[in-house]
């Protein structure tokens, strides 16, 4: 199991924030440390952990050390002395027979210490049958070289071998909308237990309306029509007027499209849209969850006031959030604005332990999902023909970067009541 991979490069440190650091920084001959990493689990009765992975990331000097392991604790060695963010990710089993991706990290510890010890937390989350396929955030140039980004889009997939029912999932963007080193201070009694939405949306139906079988996928838009058309942009790389979904603001300018409506939830602690008649998430990349209300659980972050809070670094701005419990969570995905915030993490390591980006805004380019794919190299599917995609709670793996937009990519199937069939 010792499948031992380095990627390592002795170079000199030329940037710390701690002054022990500076000081092993200034040693003529620096010495490598081992240093142990004990995990400790929240998941209860686990029947079996397959292999862990955990990374040592120094992102400042492009160090990258990595292991892979089968127990709860790890010993890594030949680690030069510097700020690290250290990951770790494994699948587990549950004895009922859930599978779970168990993820956590510790951002920006100074290792300078030899036989350092140090004990991480390891979250869990079930694998989700429902996935975020492809989004498409960073807008596009109109032929004048204006901005335009009413052309967003979201596209989820059932990755299952079973039907499934949107009804009542929701889709919200987390807070901070566009990722930044300096995160909100949230209340203390939260713990680890919440992720913390600007605006959350939620399917409509009654619970058997609008089924999605394995190998579908649907699609929600902001403004779900044709945006190639001259009156939006003709350098739009997508038509949106199949999707199933869209965010409707009321806007007169851009009507009310055939795609149904998503049930507008939350934002601002009200269930009022807001003042301004549009919904747009970061053209740098925002955060987005899926998430499900377990039945006979209660989520209502406008009338429940432990449901929601105010960023408490901010005290005087009474800008509330949805408090989202981090165990409803079917799926995430992190987009930032480039490689240079990787550090700018906001997401927990539990729900994506990754990032993805395309780099740039106005770009017309988004990001997509990988299918999973055997030894050979051809896709994986199942027995109806259903791709399979990949979903190992991490971005970075799961996503490929700066695709060119494209509904239903790989020609996933469209559900029966699409209203465009």
């Not at 498409?136 to 039907?163: C, H, K, M, W």
């Not at 987390?174 to 300096?182: S, V």
């Not at 209300?293 to 701005?317: C, E, F, Q, Y």
């Not at 995609?389 to 490929?400: A, I």
């Amino acid at each position: 199991m010792k499948k031992y991979t380095i990627i390592l490069v002795l170079i000199a440190l030329t940037f710390v924030s701690c002054h022990q650091f500076r000081e092993v920084n200034e040693a003529e001959n620096v010495t490598p440390l081992s240093v142990s990493v004990k995990l400790k689990m929240s998941i209860e009765n686990l029947a079996m952990t397959e292999s862990f992975l955990v990374k040592f990331d120094n992102y400042s000097e492009g160090l990258h050390l990595e292991k892979e392991f089968s127990n709860d604790e790890v010993h890594m060695d030949d680690i030069v002395p510097g700020i690290y963010t250290i990951n770790v990710s494994g699948v587990a089993i549950d004895q009922e027979g859930s599978e779970y991706y168990l993820n956590g990290n510790l951002v920006n510890v100074a290792l300078f210490d030899n036989e350092a010890s140090i004990e991480l937390l390891l979250q869990g989350l079930k694998i989700s049958p429902l996935v975020f396929k492809e989004i498409y955030y960073a807008g596009s140039r109109t032929p004048l070289n204006a901005v335009y980004f009413r052309d967003q889009f979201y596209e989820i997939y059932n990755n299952s071998s079973e039907t499934l029912y949107l009804d009542g999932i929701y889709f919200a963007n987390l807070t901070p909308g566009k990722a930044k080193t300096t995160l909100p201070l949230w209340p203390e009694e939260d713990g680890h237990d919440y992720v913390y939405a600007e605006r959350v949306w939620r399917f409509p139906g009654n619970g058997t309306d609008y089924p999605l079988k394995s190998g579908e996928s649907c699609v929600i838009s902001q403004f779900a029509a044709n945006h190639k058309l001259e009156q939006y942009n003709p350098n739009s790389p997508v038509d949106c007027s199949s999707s199933e979904f869209e965010f409707n603001m009321n806007n007169p300018n851009f009507p009310d499209q055939p795609a149904i409506d998503m049930v507008h939830v939350f934002y601002n602690g009200k269930s009022e849209l807001g003042r301004i008649p549009q919904y747009l998430t970061s053209v740098f990349g925002g955060a987005y969850v899926m998430f499900k209300v377990p039945h006979g659980d209660t989520w209502d972050p406008v009338n429940d006031p432990a449901m929601k809070t105010i960023d408490l670094s901010k005290p005087n701005r009474k800008t509330y959030y949805a408090k989202i419990p981090i165990k409803y969570v079917l799926d995430a995905v992190e987009a930032i604005n480039n490689e240079s915030m990787v550090n700018a993490k906001r997401v927990p390591a539990v729900l994506d332990a990754g990032l993805t980006y395309v780099g740039s805004t106005y770009c017309s380019l988004g990001v997509a999902r990988k299918p999973n794919k055997d030894k050979n190299g051809d896709f994986l599917r199942r027995e109806n023909g259903a791709l399979i995609f990949q979903d190992n709670n991490n971005s970075t793996e799961d996503f490929e970067k700066q695709v060119h937009p494209e509904l239903r990519r790989y020609k996933t199937g469209m559900p029966s009541w699409n209203h465009s069939k």
